[in-house]
């Protein structure tokens, strides 16, 4: 059974930003966003690179389809082609610093989605009831929810969620994430930035592609549930049904015929329909393809390559472009050839010198900063200190201090001291953190604090016998005491010398729970 894609694509800016950064391109074979960033540091320029460069992956209705791993190949070629792109923009203008974008991709070959992703746009499926997302963002806050210190709702409202750890942005480290998608007929798929998705919950997701068979209407409902949620940024949507194909009807000879002539004359360019314009490079957009967002208005500046003196790793296209025998006098001269078109030939990944090289460089990079993060955890796990743990003491392995949110330590061994049963400097220092350079060290300060807490505790449960249980002749609670009482003026056995001043301490030093004689255990018992 062969299928087919029917789809329908929309981008627009939203109810917030003054510029859409966003870009489509939709066809029966391929399915592409991005959403750029950057602002003035042309996000807008960066999502129409990767729309240019991808489109032409897109090899038409009438080309031999590729399949399988090929697909995947084919499309990581053609990311590679825009990252190596958006670099000589970057180098050629360095106003353009700082422009990325993300980028979701699927290739259809009738049976199975060849899928790339970079970044935190979204490609979901939905079959029947379910809803699957197909991507991985590639997010800080996902990387969180990875190692189970946020949960996906807690993720949906942090403060950092935009923060993103990988994309398309001219940058070495841009190796999209790849997947083989087996479809059938009945299937739905959602491409989306984050306009939507970053707004709008998996399960409104699936109610509102499981809420009608027509695409329009169920692209209506996702725009208005983005509108809803404040329209914060660009929306970019790209909706697709996989049905069954209809068996192409038998071929006409007369028809054919009329097709070659009508194609010998040019193509019609039906009255009203707007063109996108499209950069020189890129060619026109197949019959059967859409282009939406920015990618409809920007166009791609061609710039020479960044290493002049360095022979380009796309040598073995130009070859294959050059004529193979000295032009003959008499023949015309052989067509020019598009340097640019070229450069950014679509084709499989890369194994030139250039590659090679960065990525030896990376390697290197990363072998010298993981030995000294690794090192430098190492070294922390050895580390200990005394700390609060909700209304405990405990003891704590790691660093007492945070990096962008992250704790360095982690709860080792939660005491049975109560940090209300410490004296008030006692229990200041213990939430100020006291170090230990070991856990024989740390155990020593707590069973100090633990002998400075059973005190307190003695001597609050004395007071509060007393008062229970006063002495014999003791005056009401708030009433003087009796004349003769021992121990008043009028006692003529009490001591006639002046009490002994206590002693004093510095009250601007802290408390040391590990010499318990230089504080008072009797103060805030």
């Avoid at 059967?288 to 290493?307: E, L, N, S």
């Amino acid at each position: 059974m062969t299928l087919q894609l029917r789809y329908a694509a929309h981008s627009e800016i939203g109810l917030v930003r003054k510029n859409n950064q966003d870009s489509g391109y939709a066809s029966p074979r391929l399915l592409v966003i991005a959403d750029g960033m950057g602002g003035a540091a042309a996000g807008d320029l960066a999502s129409a690179v990767a729309v240019q460069q991808l489109r032409r992956a897109d090899r038409g209705p009438d080309a031999e389809p590729v399949h399988g791993e090929d697909m995947l190949e084919l499309l990581a070629g053609a990311l590679h082609n825009a990252n190596e792109k958006i670099a000589d923009l970057v180098a050629d203008d360095h106003l353009l610093e700082g422009m990325g974008t993300t980028v979701s991709a699927a290739m259809f070959d009738g049976s199975q989605l060849g899928v790339v992703h970079i970044g935190d746009s979204r490609a979901y499926l939905q079959r029947d009831d379910e809803i699957i997302r197909l991507t991985h963002d590639h997010s800080w806050v996902q990387s969180l929810v990875d190692d189970g210190k946020l949960t996906a709702e807690e993720a949906a409202y942090h403060p950092h969620r935009s923060l993103l750890l990988k994309v398309l942005n001219g940058q070495p480290q841009a190796d999209p994430d790849t997947a083989l998608v087996d479809v059938q007929a009945g299937d739905r798929l959602l491409l989306c930035s984050d306009g939507l998705c970053g707004l709008v919950e998996d399960a409104e997701l699936l109610a509102a592609l499981t809420g009608s068979a027509d695409l329009q209407d169920v692209l209506d409902v996702l725009i208005d549930a983005a509108h809803r949620e404040g329209g914060l940024d660009n929306i970019t949507i790209i909706l697709a049904d996989v049905e069954e194909a209809e068996p192409l009807p038998p071929a006409d000879p007369d028809a054919t015929v009329a097709r070659t002539t009508a194609e010998a004359d040019g193509p019609e360019d039906p009255a009203g329909a707007e063109q996108p314009p499209t950069s020189p490079a890129a060619g026109p957009p197949a019959d059967d393809a859409r282009i939406v967002g920015a990618a409809t208005a920007r166009t791609v500046p061609v710039v020479p390559p960044r290493d002049e003196g360095e022979p380009t790793i796309r040598r073995d296209r130009a070859e294959l472009t050059a004529p193979a025998d000295p032009v003959d006098p008499v023949d015309p001269p052989a067509a020019e050839v598009d340097e640019e078109q070229i450069r950014y030939a679509p084709r499989l990944r890369p194994r030139g010198r250039g590659v090679l090289r960065a990525f030896l460089v990376f390697v290197l990079i990363g072998a010298l900063l993981g030995g000294g993060l690794g090192a430098g955890y190492a070294w922390s796990r050895t580390q200990y200190f005394v700390g609060p743990a909700y209304e405990n003491v405990a003891i704590h392995r790691g660093l007492a201090q945070n990096v962008l949110g992250i704790s360095l330590s982690n709860v080792h061994e939660i005491q049975e001291i109560r940090l209300a049963d410490l004296p008030r400097d006692y229990r200041n220092r213990v939430i100020r953190t006291i170090p230990a350079h070991s856990i024989d060290e740390a155990r020593t300060t707590v069973t100090e604090l633990k002998s400075v807490a059973d005190r307190c505790i003695a001597q609050r449960k004395a007071r509060e016998e007393a008062l229970r249980n006063p002495p014999p002749g003791s005056p009401e609670p708030g009433q003087p005491a009796e004349p003769g009482t021992p121990g008043t003026p009028s006692d003529p056995t009490a001591s006639t010398q002046p009490p002994a001043p206590p002693e004093t301490t510095d009250p601007t030093q802290p408390a040391n729970p590990t010499n318990p004689a230089t504080v008072d255990p009797n103060e805030d018992c």
